[in-house]
């Protein structure tokens, strides 16, 4: 979509903006076949911000991904050629984009004869459920398939119609109508393995890949991650054509080494860092240019710098500088950055932080306190624990709890981190002196204290 509509001619466009009598010196008008390119005026610059912001929100350029999208590119195509690919896992702290990178992936399957499952694992979600529900689509879809009828006979005639539920109360597939129902073990690792099986063997049968995408997959309850290895593991040994890409935080690395220890050898682990460089540049100057903007290496640097080239940050501050332009402006300056870098702050404090902030409990937020009292980060929770004034032992809940919250991550031996970039500049930001004794002051109001 482009700054005026992305739908309109030229002329058509120019026609509306007179009947709506806007007084403008120049227009902007796109073409229908290349809607981002500027052809003239600063209507774009006007009334356009061409960064994106949001959770997952595809930006405007994907920078520094060029290699890991080819990568991907690649195995998508080998496995529709029906050779089995490791599994994909993309790692990396909040804010570097690795669910723009999956959704960025998934868009190459467009083309191609791949079924695709999007999943994003939430508390309140079913895993299994949102498989199932996937497994449905994917067997009726197959079932249309000339190829399929003599494979998918040998169930139909048993099922008429065949369906997939889930019950996770007791731990069984339905796999049919006519009150036939596929007795499971009782083991969802098993039961899901069968499940994956009959999948891949109907796609190998028909033609197609199945490629699940699965986001935030540190959430996923370790029987559910023991499963999902072990199901793809069988397709893998059986050649079928299914595989996964998931995104997460580094503490999927740990699970997945802890429920299989053939993990390693069953995934590609690729990291997602911030960007450096000529490719943080390109995130905050490529967005621009189809609206004729551009920067000054001074501005360039201090973005940089500012936001230390995590994307969702790039985002976040050059859509702050973009709001304060001057109509007529073209060119981007240190001033203009730096009279937005308030906003920036307050805008990242209020959502992107405090949403996460209002999780913790009081304690909770004791020790993430502590954390920033730190000299530096990773930090032991020894020196957490003498910050705080207590025993390690007494904290080591607090330290599970904030883990599980995904608040923190386990960065080598007694050693923690936050997952969030720099979250712990946003607790001196609400508390500067970081005084724990100060943490009951800061916290009365917030939503989440439980």
């Known amino acids: 979509m482009n700054a005026v509509s992305g739908h309109f001619t030229p002329d058509c466009s120019c026609a509306i903006l007179q009947r709506r009598k806007v007084e403008m010196k120049k227009e902007v008008c796109y073409t229908k076949t290349n809607k981002k390119r500027r052809v003239t005026g600063e209507t774009g610059m006007k009334y356009a911000d061409p960064y994106t912001p949001g959770a997952g929100f595809m930006p405007g350029h994907i920078a520094g991904r060029k290699e890991t999208l080819e990568r991907a590119e690649k195995y998508l ?8 690919q490791q599994s994909v896992i993309y790692y990396g702290l909040r804010g570097v984009g690795k669910t723009v990178l999956l959704n960025a992936i998934e ?15 939430a508390e309140k979600r079913n895993f299994t459920q949102q498989i199932t529900n996937y497994s449905k689509k994917f067997i009726h879809k197959m079932s249309f398939k000339e190829t399929a009828k003599d494979f998918v006979s040998r169930v139909q005639d048993l099922l008429k119609a065949f369906t997939v ?33 009959a999948m891949g063997k109907m796609a190998d049968k028909t033609g197609y890949a199945i490629c699940f995408f699965v986001d935030e997959i540190q959430y996923m309850k370790e029987e559910e991650i023991a499963a999902l290895v072990n199901a793809i593991h069988r397709c893998n040994q059986l050649r079928l054509p299914l595989m996964i890409f998931g995104a ?11 429920v299989k220890s053939y993990s390693e050898r069953l995934f590609r682990f690729e990291e997602i860092d911030a960007l450096s460089g000529q490719d943080a540049k390109d995130a905050i100057v490529k967005p621009a240019e189809p609206l004729g903007g551009s920067y000054t290496e001074e501005a360039l640097r201090w973005i940089i710098s500012e936001t230390q080239g995590y994307p969702y ?3 976040e501050l050059c859509s702050a500088i973009w709001e304060h332009l001057n109509p007529e402006q073209t060119v981007i300056g240190i001033d203009d950055v730096k009279g937005a870098v308030l906003k920036f702050y307050e805008n990242l404090d209020r959502g992107f932080y405090r949403l996460r902030y209002d999780r913790c409990t009081p304690k909770e937020k004791m020790f993430i306190f502590a954390m920033a009292k730190c000299e530096k980060l990773p930090c032991s929770i020894s020196n957490v624990a003498k910050i705080m004034e207590t025993e390690v032992s007494s904290i080591s809940p ?12 386990a960065t080598g031996y007694a050693e923690i981190d936050f997952t969030v970039p720099g ?25 989440g204290d439980e």
């Open 77 to 84: 195509n080998t496995i529709v050629l029906g050779y089995p």
């Open 107 to 121: 868009c190459k399957t467009d083309d191609m004869p791949i079924l695709i499952g999007h999943i994003e694992i």
């Open 165 to 197: 539920t889930y019950n996770p109360e007791d731990q069984s597939f339905k796999v049919g109508m006519e009150e036939r129902e596929y007795i499971v073990t009782g083991d969802l690792s098993e039961d899901l393995t069968d499940l994956f099986v």
């Open 248 to 258: 997460g935080l580094p503490k999927i690395l740990k699970t997945l080494g802890k």
């Open 313 to 315: 940050f790039i985002q």
């Open 398 to 409: 607090y330290r599970a709890q904030l883990i599980n919250k995904s608040m923190i991550y």
């Open 423 to 447: 979250f712990d500049q946003f607790l001196k930001r609400l508390n500067p002196e970081l005084q724990l004794d100060e943490v009951e002051k800061v916290q009365k109001g917030d939503a």
